[in-house]
């Protein structure tokens, strides 16, 4: 055969062994597990989740959830009753595979658990599901738990699923109703505020605005109120926004001008 139509050939073979692979290869170039092979691979995690090494079990939960699937997240849900903190904070996640009206349900105890990290990874997983199923047991934690870390991972899950039915206690938080000494951690009010930015209720637009205009306040909660009415938009947040134009913080007249320029309110300043 001559040379040319050989390696024509060659080509072909070659590009036809490629189009095999790709018919059985997922497009992160690992092959797709068919559901015998996921079956077997769910039972060997679920025997190493009765471990006793924590590692062990922490692993095994990374995988059955790192799988996707509803079986392996089914299965990585038994250790969210696990002994060692690392392994239920690792399977909060792992359960997300799951339609929320059966991963909130799982997840939603462990916003009790007796250690902050557990409860935090919690509160982050519940926003990840975007259902308002959580709404209220986080607005609980917002407004009830004794470590700010928490109480800002909820709110930060609050702004992530954008409830409206979370505006009146996040509202509340902010104008320091939500608890008896009133809110003090910069993580949870900015949290608060961006939750309410995300939700742009337009009843949040005179507190966030009070902040805005708090010479008090930090720098960091004043840009993102900024951030959070060019968000909700409408009249009350242009002309608070406006107000702060030739702000003495460079970055809180920058979002505001941004903002308004979005809305075609203001002309570029000299």
Not at 40 to 47: G, I, N, Y
């Amino acid at each position: 055969m001559p040379v040319f139509p050989r390696i024509v050939a060659r080509l072909f073979l070659h590009c036809l062994f490629l189009s095999c692979c790709a018919i059985t290869a997922s497009p992160n170039g690992f092959q797709t597990a068919q559901p015998g092979d996921l079956d077997s691979r769910v039972q060997a995690e679920l025997t190493r989740l009765k471990s006793s090494d924590v590692e062990v079990r922490r692993d095994a939960v990374l995988r059955l959830g790192a799988m996707n699937r509803g079986s392996s997240s089914r299965a990585a849900a038994t250790a969210l009753n696990d002994s060692s903190e690392i392994v239920r904070a690792t399977a909060v996640r792992a359960v997300l595979a799951l339609a929320p009206s059966e991963s909130v349900p799982l997840i939603l105890p462990l916003l009790n658990d007796k250690r902050d990290f557990v409860r935090r990874e919690a509160a982050f997983a519940l926003g990840q599901t975007r259902s308002p199923l959580a709404t209220s047991a986080l607005l609980n934690a917002l407004r009830a738990d004794k470590i700010g870390a928490v109480r800002g991972a909820a709110a930060v899950s609050l702004g992530l699923i954008a409830d409206p039915a979370a505006v009146d206690g996040l509202l509340s938080v902010l104008s320091g109703r939500g608890n008896k000494k009133g809110e003090s951690d910069e993580f949870v009010l900015r949290s608060t505020i961006r939750a309410l930015g995300s939700i742009k209720n337009p009843a949040a637009v005179g507190p966030i605005s009070a902040v805005l205009s708090d010479a008090k306040a930090t720098s960091d909660l004043r840009r993102e109120a900024a951030t959070a009415l060019g968000r909700i938009g409408g009249p009350e947040s242009i002309g608070a926004l406006r107000s702060v134009l030739a702000d003495p913080d460079p970055y809180v007249s920058a979002i505001a001008y941004e903002a308004l320029k979005k809305t075609g309110q203001v002309a570029k300043p000299l």
